[in-house]
């Protein structure tokens, strides 16, 4: 699966995916600064199936069904890098299955 991570993630993050996934970062694909619309346009006409971020505010400025993407939205204590680690049984979980145009909210969990 081909997935970006948003330019609020930590770049290291993308080590914790399994060779089955093609993680890019909004960095590395040289789009830092894109407002979230053509951020979200630039990722499908590029073949990302999902878009992970912690960008809460994304859920209500974008119509994801709409624009026929998927987000997956991690809301965490911090952004750095062993808050999300502590993520990735969840975020596993939902990309084993089929992913919908919208948005999926992950929360971590309080003792993590």
């Keep these: 699966m081909r997935l970006l991570l948003d330019e609020n993630m930590p770049t290291l993050f993308r080590a914790d995916f399994g060779p089955e996934h093609d993680v890019q970062t909004v960095r590395s694909m040289g789009w830092l600064g894109k407002q979230n619309g053509e951020l979200l346009a630039l990722m499908t006409a590029h073949g990302f199936q999902a878009l992970i971020t912690i960008d809460k505010n994304l859920y209500g400025q974008q119509n994801l069904a709409k624009a026929g993407v998927s987000v997956i939205l991690l809301r965490v204590f911090s952004s750095r890098l062993d808050s ?14 089929p992913l919908t145009a919208g948005i999926t909210i992950l929360h971590q969990p309080r003792n993590a």
């Design 84 to 97: 999300l680690q502590a993520m990735m049984p969840q975020l596993n979980d939902v990309l084993s299955r």
